[in-house]
């Protein structure tokens, strides 16, 4: 059974959203958060939820209205406002440093994402698994991915092929060859158990290159 931790709300509480909430509707949000993750959306249950979060199902009805509403209780403001503030992040710290190898850019970059997955890979994988079924949201994901993203990349790419550290491809064939690999490990550790040990991150990087 995998058991619900302080930290599993950690990239809510740092943002301030929890602020306001009672400590009933902390715990419900958490024990969801556990029992979706470990489930699934669809094989789970406000009665597992309430008994998880130690209350009376009655009081996910009277906060969230019903499962549906639970579920965007977490993942809305991952995707409305968390995603965004950490690509921001790594925009502005990560992106913004011009490397002098392929191999350190790509250390840099992988280890930052492994860090901020594994810190909240609980989240991360109820709000994949909806980027999967739920077309809607996938749309509005990638109209709102931020711009800056993609152009740090594509300045980096330019700046690696000129010191002669990347093959001369178009930055969008790179760019989409290092996403499959990198979201192939990330996918099988959240949805398959795969380990994220240093030996994969290595193996990792070597494939990217």
């Given at each position: 059974m995998i058991m619900t931790t302080n930290d599993d709300l950690q990239l809510f509480r740092d943002?301030?959203?929890l602020d306001g909430l009672t400590d009933k509707q902390i715990s419900i949000l958490a024990a969801a958060i556990d029992v979706f993750a470990a489930n699934g959306y669809a094989?789970?249950?406000?009665?597992?939820?309430?008994?998880?979060?130690?209350?009376?199902?009655g009081n996910i009805f009277s906060t969230f209205k019903n499962k549906r509403g639970l579920l965007h209780a977490i993942?809305?403001?991952?995707?409305?406002?968390?995603?965004?503030?950490?690509?921001?992040e790594l925009v502005k710290y990560k992106l913004a440093?011009?490397?002098?190898?392929?191999?350190?850019?790509?250390?840099?970059?992988?280890?930052d994402r492994i860090g901020?997955?594994?810190?909240?890979?609980?989240?991360?994988?109820?709000?994949v698994s909806e980027l999967f079924y739920?077309?809607?949201?996938?749309?509005?994901?990638?109209r709102k991915f931020p711009v800056a993203y993609w152009l740090q990349f594509d300045r980096q790419f330019h700046?690696?092929?000129?010191?002669?550290?990347?093959?001369?491809?178009?930055?969008?064939?790179?760019?989409?060859v290092m996403s499959g690999i990198i979201g192939e490990v990330?996918?099988?550790?959240?949805?398959?158990?795969q380990p994220l040990s240093d030996a994969t991150v290595q193996r990792t990087i070597v494939s990217v290159q």
């Open positions: 943002a301030h959203i094989n789970s249950s406000t009665k597992e939820i309430a008994r998880r979060a130690g209350v009376a199902e993942i809305d403001p991952v995707r409305q406002s968390l995603f965004p503030q950490a690509m921001d440093v011009k490397y002098t190898t392929l191999r350190k850019f790509l250390d840099n970059i992988i280890r901020y997955l594994r810190a909240n890979s609980k989240v991360i994988k109820i709000f739920d077309q809607d949201m996938r749309s509005q994901f990638v700046h690696l092929k000129r010191l002669g550290q990347l093959v001369n491809w178009k930055n969008g064939e790179i760019g989409e990330f996918l099988g550790y959240l949805f398959f158990g």
